[in-house]
């Protein structure tokens, strides 16, 4: 056998682990550095955080236009209620009376 006949046999036995083991490689980073890999997992625990802070808002805002709902219930509609709602579209006011416009999450 010559030397270059070795050297081709012996290249390609190591063609098929080369690829393997590049394979392997691949996957491995794959899973460290992935869209769903390790090095993801922080970023997705601080995105929970962020929308539960952003869920607990919501059901907050929702909670307070279901009990604004119930109180324009047709049988039973709140008439305090109701003179504002309807003073504040109409745009309809005493003279004398001064509107002085508040946030849904103040209190007086």
């Given at each position: 056998m010559t030397q270059r006949h070795k050297f081709r046999k012996s290249m390609s036995r190591a063609v098929?682990?080369?690829?393997?083991?590049?394979?392997?490689?691949?996957?491995?980073?794959y899973i460290i550095f992935g869209p769903t890999g390790l090095y993801a997992w922080g970023d997705y625990s601080q995105s929970v955080e962020k929308k539960r802070v952003v869920l607990s808002e919501l059901a907050k805002k929702?909670?307070?236009?279901?009990?604004?709902?119930?109180?324009?219930?047709?049988?039973?509609?709140?008439?305090?209620?109701?003179?504002?709602?309807?003073?504040?579209k109409?745009?309809?006011?005493?003279?004398?009376?001064?509107?002085?416009?508040?946030?849904?999450?103040?209190k007086p």
């Open positions: 098929g682990p080369a690829v393997a083991l590049i394979a392997v490689l691949a996957m491995i980073g929702q909670n307070e236009l279901q009990n604004r709902v119930n109180l324009l219930d047709r049988r039973r509609v709140d008439p305090d209620l109701a003179d504002e709602y309807v003073r504040e109409l745009g309809v006011n005493h003279q004398d009376e001064v509107i002085i416009p508040m946030d849904g999450s103040e």
